[in-house]
């Protein structure tokens, strides 16, 4: 069972309280959200306890005065990003967000292109959405943003860009990724409701770092390992302690750009802004939730593993420099963590090497996945001509969770042989071993008159939130299937073999 360490009622209660107080203060607040509005798997990894959908929960409560922007940059659509937690492209995610804000009967405003400037697969990107009835909003790069606040703040900047009409008293502006433009979004409608007479404000509401958090703290350490690509440091606020004599944590992007964003604001608003620091700023309460440090600490240097090996892998992959990885192996060092301190990682290497005995092959490093069940138990695959390592990892899992002994089989060959060969045949395919999709498929036909392999199929439910490792990368499908299930997936940097099309 696996511990729990934050109250998300407390929290999500503490952060609408907070909001709403902001929100009186003005007659429109614009809400910039950092992180995941939907699916935060981060938060719920290092904060055990901590609902996954807390945020959208949250908003779901003020739903009657929320309306919601989404910002993409134009060249993040444009080179095909890719949200790591999804495996899905940006202009996809946009869409799966839009579907599910509708599910929380939550208002979409519209889609703002940032930083457009006709680029051909944005313009695709936005007579999709305009021929789903979405209205979007395109936005163009302002020179010299945003140090230059004179041109910024004139017709030549904000003024030249699109006004986005709002109804509510809540907006909140959210986006796939770092860069995704809600910031500026955010001054552009300040400065446009100014110029029509509107008190407005803005605030920012963050999850990590967590501010009222040591800043050695390693939550808030693994928030630096999750954003090691963008290089963000955490650091001590101090325009906060200057102000206020209190200790608060904030990152380096945020420090470096206070000073800028706050006197474009009172140039915008023609006032004296209340903030007085970055963390002033913020709407952040999520440390008010931790009812466990202990618990929350240990989570926290799980993720932390699990986020170098990420960094591994997609250094292998060639996804990210040497310097990331460099990074990423040095936030390991500063708080003196191994590898093999994630429980399923030498169980896998350990079962690898044996198999290398067996073979007497020294060229590749067998396929092995170790599957960590809720209890502790760690459960054994490997990769065979009939199926990859997880598929086999993932049944003998289920087996287990239903004690159906080892030598009971889930899938008569009669099921299985035929798969192989369309793939082999008909389909021309180079790898003929069937991937974890093509045997859950498998099984829930043969669970239809087979009781044991229903009983097996029942507990693939109980996969969700375990642990995996594998000894070489996963290919792109059996990560998908692993990321539905819900189960945390790290491997080892190496390829199972020398083909090149493999993932």
């Not at 209190?246 to 470096?256: C, F, K, M, T």
Request: hydrophobic letters at 35%; glycine letters at 6%; one cysteine or more.
């Amino acid at each position: 069972m696996r511990k729990i360490g934050f109250d998300p009622q407390k929290y999500i209660d503490e952060q609408s309280k907070y909001i709403l107080e902001r929100v009186n203060n003005y007659d429109k607040l614009y809400l910039e959200f950092g992180g995941k509005l939907i699916g935060d798997m981060h938060a719920k990894r290092v904060l055990p306890g901590f609902d996954q959908d807390a945020k959208i929960k949250l908003l779901h409560k003020l739903k009657d005065q929320t309306e919601i922007i989404i910002c993409v940059y134009a060249g993040d659509i444009e080179r095909n990003k890719i949200r790591g937690d999804y495996g899905i492209t940006y202009d996809m995610d946009i869409m799966r967000l839009i579907d599910e804000l509708s599910d929380y009967e939550l208002a979409v405003n519209s889609v703002v292109i940032t930083r457009y400037n006709g680029q051909p697969s944005t313009k695709i990107f936005i007579n999709k959405l305009k021929q789903r009835g979405i209205k979007v909003f395109t936005h163009s790069e302002i020179e010299g943003y945003p140090i230059n606040v004179d041109k910024i703040v004139s017709d030549e900047g904000f003024g030249k860009n699109t006004f986005i009409p709002t109804t509510k008293p809540i907006v909140v502006v959210t986006g796939p990724g770092a860069g995704s433009g809600k910031l500026a979004t955010c001054l552009n409608q300040l400065y446009h409701e100014s110029r029509h007479g509107h008190s407005v404000g803005y605030s920012k509401f963050e999850t990590f770092p967590v501010w009222n958090v040591p800043l050695k703290h390693p939550l808030n350490i693994a928030y630096e390992a999750a954003t090691v690509d963008l290089k963000d440091v955490n650091m001590i606020d101090s325009f906060h302690y200057d102000c206020y004599g209190e200790v608060a944590v904030n990152y380096n992007r945020d420090l470096e750009s206070f000073p800028i964003i706050k006197r474009t604001i009172e140039r915008i608003t023609g006032r004296e802004s209340e903030f007085n620091s970055p963390t002033d700023m913020g709407v952040n309460r999520v440390g008010y939730g931790i009812i466990d440090d202990e618990v929350v600490q240990e989570a926290s240097k799980q993720e932390i593993i699990r986020r170098y090996f990420d960094t591994e892998a997609n250094y292998k992959k060639g996804l990210t420099d040497l310097e990331t990885l460099q990074r990423s192996q040095l936030i390991m060092e500063e708080i003196a963590l191994r590898p093999e301190a994630r429980p399923c990682v030498s169980p896998a290497r350990t079962y690898a090497e044996e198999i290398k005995k067996e073979k007497m092959d020294q060229e590749f490093m067998p396929p092995v996945v170790a599957l960590e069940l809720a209890d502790g138990q760690i459960v054994m695959g490997r990769g065979s001509e009939l199926m990859d390592a997880s598929a086999a990892a993932i049944l003998n899992a289920i087996k287990k969770l239903a004690n159906i002994a080892d030598e009971i089989l889930l899938l008569s060959p009669n099921i299985l042989e035929p798969i192989q060969k369309l793939k082999a045949n008909e389909l021309s395919g180079r790898i003929t071993s069937l991937n974890t999709s093509e045997i859950l498929i498998a099984l829930s036909i043969s669970a239809v008159t087979n009781p044991t392999a229903q009983l097996a199929y029942s507990k693939l439910v109980e996969l969700k939130e375990t642990q995996a490792h594998s000894t070489v990368i996963f290919n792109k499908d059996d990560e998908q299937i692993l990321r539905n299930l819900g189960i945390s997936f790290t491997c080892d940097p190496i390829y199972p073999s020398k083909n090149l099309f493999y993932v």
